[in-house]
């Protein structure tokens, strides 16, 4: 696994380019509880880039507060490709931002299957109307997992801001 810049760095750099941009960024977090929105709002003047954070923990409150339809949730199940991908693409619909970072995940210590084992985040990134999403496995207990993915889903905004503009 390569090494994440640390999370303060990371995360300044992600103001800086949202505001650059004049852009405004949203979350939609199951396992993360909100911490990525969390992280960012301990930035003074992040209310200058970041609009909103929607903590969606159970399938219920996906549905309602997304509209991430329960039929998705049933089909692919919460930590799943196509429901962090509606879930990124909702955050931008139903607030003033044109970023969103999503993330579903088994954090553990239980909750872990065969095929879905304790550590699995999935992650998507809408950027307008470019949503990416990508899988990954993060080592540890609960807090290792939780934060691992900020960190990760931080970077890679970053990354995709980046991409977008060049």
């Known amino acids: 696994m390569t090494e994440l810049p640390p999370l303060h760095y990371t995360l300044v750099q992600l103001a800086t380019a949202l505001k650059q941009r004049g852009w ?3 979350t939609a977090e199951s396992c993360t509880g909100g911490l990525i929105a969390a992280a960012c709002t301990d930035l003074p003047g992040s209310s200058d880039w970041f609009d909103r954070g929607f903590v969606t923990y ?4 996906k549905t309602e507060m997304l509209g991430v339809p329960s039929a998705l949730i049933e089909t692919h199940g919460a930590v799943s490709e196509a429901v962090v991908r509606a879930m990124a693409e909702a955050a931008v619909q139903r607030s003033n931002a044109c970023v969103a970072v ?3 995940g088994v954090a553990g210590p239980g909750g872990g299957s065969a095929d879905k ?3 699995t985040v999935w992650m998507a990134w809408t950027i307008g ?3 990416h999403a990508q899988c990954r496995q993060f080592a540890g207990d609960r807090a290792a997992v939780r ?3 900020v960190a990760f889903a931080q970077s890679q905004l970053l990354d995709w801001i ?3 503009s060049a």
Not at 58 to 61: G, L
Request: net charge neutral; glycine share 4%; no cysteine.
């Open 147 to 149: 934060t691992q993915t």
């Open 24 to 26: 405004m960024m949203a």
């Open 129 to 131: 109307a470019t949503t």
């Open 117 to 119: 084992p304790v550590g």
């Open 162 to 164: 980046n991409a977008a």
């Open 102 to 104: 999503a993330v579903s």
């Open 58 to 61: 159970s399938n219920a409150a």
